[in-house]
């Protein structure tokens, strides 16, 4: 059993930045690729970013490309998104999921565990 605990979310500016973090209990962490998805109320649910188990692979949606970056620290348990000149369309809630798989993915196909989220606001 693998329990995904997110912070960092909140409000900010447009043009502004947040780090989210997530981190992972449990001894496996490593085994597992990991990403950041968002969703807003009456949207369907959209992958952000993702990192493989060694962070060798990433991926990034098109919308976030440039401005927001996935990264993980093994040793802590932790991975991380930074998120650099955000804007009002960024705002959703945040979630942290877990794939137990060598491989980045692209999509919440076969997600292991999920976080319960943290809301990130930009105003404009």
């Known amino acids: 059993q693998v329990q995904l605990v997110e912070s960092g979310g909140g409000l900010v500016q447009a043009g502004g930045s947040l780090r989210l973090s997530c981190l992972a209990s449990g001894r496996t962490f490593s085994s597992y690729a990991m990403g950041w998805f968002r969703q807003v109320p009456g949207k369907e649910r959209e992958i952000v970013a993702a990192i493989s188990w060694t962070g060798g692979s990433i991926y990034y949606t098109d919308s976030v490309k440039g401005r927001f970056t996935i990264s993980r620290d093994n040793a802590k348990n932790t991975v991380y998104l930074q998120m650099n000149s955000l804007k009002p369309e960024d705002t959703a809630v945040y979630y942290c999921?877990?794939?137990?798989?060598?491989?980045?993915?692209?999509?919440?196909?076969?997600?292991?565990?999920w976080g319960k989220g943290t809301l990130v606001t930009v105003s404009s």
């Open positions: 999921a877990s794939r137990r798989s060598k491989l980045v993915f692209t999509s919440d196909y076969g997600m292991d565990y």
